[in-house]
């Protein structure tokens, strides 16, 4: 969730690292900082870092800093709290004078390691599982210091290089040894002020960028945008030691590990959106967008969710789907699809429950399929390992390229929807939709099911769905109306469908508490008298999500249900839906293009995410890096 940055180069790193931590910000936003090694002053064991840390955005960063410092090497981080709440205190980096450090995920044992700390003679400065790291290293890399020091006689042929090399290899394999967790870190040392030393286990990703006579260290692509066009992925349970013209690699155990460059996808900053308006909106606008982009690649790349492979076949005998969140919401719209369109038996699965319910399931050797925006959620990501060691094909379903998932998967089914900003996905979300019904429509070419080829979306209604998504975004006057009207002063909201519907409830409800902070939940419409029903009080927003399908009738029943104990409706629905409803009992309505029933997904997601953001602006919340949440979860 925390993001990290390291630059160790030939010019100033301060200005940089603020930019790179600006973009990072929605992996993180509770507290951020920055260390540099100080020109001015000659390093040693005494302190001589130039840290500032500031609680809340980079912004309030950015004022406290020095911005005509001159280091050419630093580390940066932004926070999101995991141990210690977020003040400064406990912003990272953390130093002690000799070492600062920037880390993201979990150190499992730091408590008997602090106690073992406490009990030397340290005294901790802060709340965090961090700061073991700091004490850590810094017992080691002395003691490696001193012992090379001790055996110089016989070592004086070695370069400083070399010398450097030996200390610092020598006291990360120790200190690895000693911390378990889901970790990356980076690191800067006094005795060793033109190096950053950076490691991960697992989960947590760090990359290694090559800049002009420098060498960036940090946790995504997107960070690096604009000071790297080249990057190394380093591989779980691996560490890097790196200076402005080299890097090492090595594996925990310090044998020599290999580097593999990628092209950085993010070469250019992903353009920000105009003052006053959020990346969240940007994002809701460039849906149509990416639904033509990849309807384009479909029809000229025909491989592009080609599932003839040898490797994804086997899902025909059944397929495992799993994600957190929006993407799990997406995973249910795909054992839709892939059930009844290809007639492929789907389960999905919470990737967080993933392995508590596999356990039960010993024998269950069917490939397992991960979505995921990020490409780097901890709990997508353990999913997938699980399923991995036991054997079973691992594919995904990304958008990141080259992130955790997409590295790790047999085979990657990209949904190319570009650098996807805001906390709240939602250009991501429709793209992850139209790619597994793109996906179950060819399955259902190599499964040879029965569902008659006439009852799937024809290329005309794929053409039009781009149009419709067009037309649905010029509504947003309605939706503004409604947020402000309704929604804004609501404490509770429900949404209720059948079938597809339902599910793009759960999506719409999660969107409205995510950014507005309003409690609203997803109810299959005839689950309500099942118990919901009672959440309903003279007032209570209700969204009946209901386009004119062959479900339709019974979502309006579930409709008057609700209206006759005082629920104020508003309903969306189409053109044809609206002709059969009965108006005397609708507070408002939102009228979208109709479409073929399997595209919907596609044009409903935009009257809710719309519905979000417009409350979340009346109540004016901070819509693209929500309180509490962080862009990818990259802590279990
Ligand atoms: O990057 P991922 O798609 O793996 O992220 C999964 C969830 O964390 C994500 O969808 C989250 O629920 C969003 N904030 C919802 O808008």
Known sequence: MCSIIGIVGDSPVVHRLLDALGRLEYRGYDSAGISVTNPAINLGDTGNFLTWRSVGRVKELSKKIDLSCKSTVGIGHTRWAT?????????????????????NGIIENFSELKTELIQSGIVFQSDTDTEVLVHLLSKYIKKARNLYEANSAAEATKSPD???????NDAIQNVLKKICGSFAFAALCSDFPETILAARSTSCPLAVGKGINEFIVCSDAFGMAGLSSELHYLDDYTYAIVSRRNLSVFGFGGEKASTRFYA???????????EQTHYMLKEIHEQPLVIQRLLDKVASEREIYDISSEVILDAINGLTL?????AFYACMIGRYFLQTVAGIRTDIELASEFQSAQISARDDNRPVLAVSQSGETADTIKALAYAKERGQKIFSIVNVPQS????MSHKVFY??????????????????VFVLLSMAIEFSKKNYVNFPSEALPSRDDFRKV??????TLSLDSQSIDISNSLFRHAKNILYIGRGLNYYMCLEGALKMKEISYIHAEGVAAG??????????????????????DDLFAKTMSNMQEVAARGAKVVLITDEIGMKHVDQSIVHSAVMLPHTHKLLTPLICAIPMQLFAYYTALARGCDIDKPRNLAKSVTVE
């Open 404 to 407: 955790s998932l997409a590295r």
């Open 415 to 432: 949904t190319h929807a570009g650098p996807e900003v805001g906390v709240a996905t939602t250009k991501a979300f429709t793209a992850q």
């Open 322 to 326: 799993t994600a957190c969140g929006t």
């Open 162 to 168: 070399d010398i450097r090399r030996t200390i610092l």
């Open 264 to 274: 950085n996808p993010f070469k250019q900053e992903s353009s920000k959106p105009e």
């Open 83 to 103: 141990h210690g709440k977020p003040t400064e205190r406990n912003a990272h980096p953390h130093t002690d004078g000799f070492l600062s450090v920037v880390h």
């Open 527 to 548: 689950e309500l008298k099942h118990g919901p029903i009672a959440l309903i009080e003279d007032g209570t927003p209700v969204v009946v999500l209901a386009p004119f």
């Open 466 to 471: 781009v149009g419709y998504m067009t037309k």
